[in-house]
């Protein structure tokens, strides 16, 4: 008996190890590729792993900027010099001191020694020369004038490190993780660093936020004028993105080269109401650069569409107001709602309000009143409040005493 029962325990062990050995190359053959943080943590709309695509660079990411989805990643995370990309975070500053009212396009900038001195791309400053700010952001956005750039930084800050403190400041309030700057304008230097993730977050918040941007990232060539104590001279502006020739959907945005970073691009391009960012860092050749971008911007225009909600402001009904000057007030949409779905499919969305019972005056406008909630495929993909058009004050004793005698004698 002892002898049989060892007998059918080997031959079970036996089976197990058998089992094993077949199904082992069964697995190692169905198992899931390794993806980065980013391609695990970011799913597309349809709901599936993002696919894999080689791009011939150190490091690349596609994102569309209105929803931040992220379509395609590669060594995302990895730090890198970004070269002159890095005036994307100075053209930032630029516009939101701009917007706050700290400076205007028709100020004045002198020139200082320091911002003459920079090399690599440059309008050719002279110290003492005399530049407005709509002239200066032109040069550093269309032909990457390092000395421009500098001489904006000291403008805004006082001085160039001051500037580069704000930069890091602000690269820190969007979650800029991967990123340090030493300069304004993206010469290489020890410690100057950032990520394709990282230029992707500040490239939206100066597209989404700041549209006057492609006024000027859309021009192909201009001018400024030289203005120096020996008089006045032209100096012509070309755009160093060649994409605007060759992808006619190109929008801007920045492009940047030195020894050490080889070429880089953070890459804009609207076509049928959808907008894909691009960034390449450390290609091999200018050609490359260009062409990774496109590859990339093809793939994410070829398979992905937007859906939009209510404009911004659009006047979706109203509510009634207690005690009020007026017995309703209409409300808007605050914000739109976007939503990026696979090509080839509706672009309709459900929607459902939320709105309150009513409001007790006095109150502002812009007084939250509900919410419009977003739906796709019976997901919700998004919600905005619902604010009220106008402000109404609190009605007088005699209005009140005239609506309740309104209501008695009805």
Request: glycine share 8%; net charge negative; hydrophobic share 40%.
């Amino acid at each position: 008996m002892k002898l049989a029962r060892r007998t059918v325990i080997i031959a079970k062990v036996t089976a197990i190890v058998l089992l094993c050995a077949i199904l082992a190359p069964v697995a190692a053959y169905t198992e899931e590729p390794a993806r980065s943080q980013t391609q695990q943590d970011d799913q597309n709309a349809a709901g599936s792993v993002m696919p894999e695509l080689k791009v011939n660079a150190r490091s690349a990411l596609l994102m569309e900027p209105l929803t931040g989805k992220i379509l395609l990643a590669q060594n995302e995370h990895e730090k890198l010099p970004p070269a002159s990309v890095t005036k994307v975070m100075s053209m930032l500053l630029i516009f939101e001191a701009l917007d706050q009212g700290r400076i205007n396009w028709d100020d004045i900038v002198t020139t200082s020694e320091h911002a003459a001195s920079m090399g690599g791309s440059q309008i050719y400053l002279e110290a003492m020369e005399t530049q407005p700010v709509r002239d200066l952001v032109k040069a550093i956005v269309i032909a990457s004038g390092n000395d421009a750039a500098v001489a904006m930084a000291e403008f805004i800050a006082g001085s160039e490190d001051a500037f580069v403190t704000m930069m890091n400041n602000r690269a820190k309030e969007l979650g800029m993780n991967d990123t340090h700057f030493v300069n304004s304008c993206g010469l290489d230097a020890d410690g100057h660093y950032t990520s394709a993730y990282d230029i992707a977050i500040m490239s939206r918040e100066l597209i989404t936020k700041h549209t006057k941007i492609f006024e000027y990232s859309t021009i192909w060539m201009d001018k400024i004028i030289h203005k120096t104590a020996r008089g006045q001279d032209e100096f012509g502006l070309s755009n160093t993105n060649r994409l605007l020739k060759s992808y006619p959907a190109t929008t801007g945005l920045k492009t940047g080269s030195t020894s050490k970073a080889l070429y880089c691009i953070s890459a804009t391009a609207e076509k049928n109401g959808l907008s894909l960012n691009a960034v390449v860092l450390g290609a091999p050749d200018p050609n490359t650069r260009f062409g990774e971008a496109i590859k990339m911007m093809d793939y994410g225009f070829a398979n992905y569409a937007m859906a939009n909600g209510d404009a911004t402001e659009t006047v979706i009904g109203d509510v009634p107001v207690n005690k009020g000057e007026q017995e309703r007030v209409k409300v808007k949409v605050s914000a739109q709602v976007h939503a990026l779905i696979p090509k080839g499919k509706s672009t309709e969305m459900e929607k459902k309000i939320e709105s309150v019972s009513s409001l007790k005056a006095p109150f502002k406008e812009g007084t939250k009143a509900g919410e419009i909630i977003y739906y796709y495929e019976g997901k919700e993909v998004g919600r905005s409040e619902l604010v009220t058009c106008s402000g109404v004050t609190r009605a007088g004793l005699g209005e009140t005493m005239r609506r309740t005698l309104e209501r008695w004698l009805e």
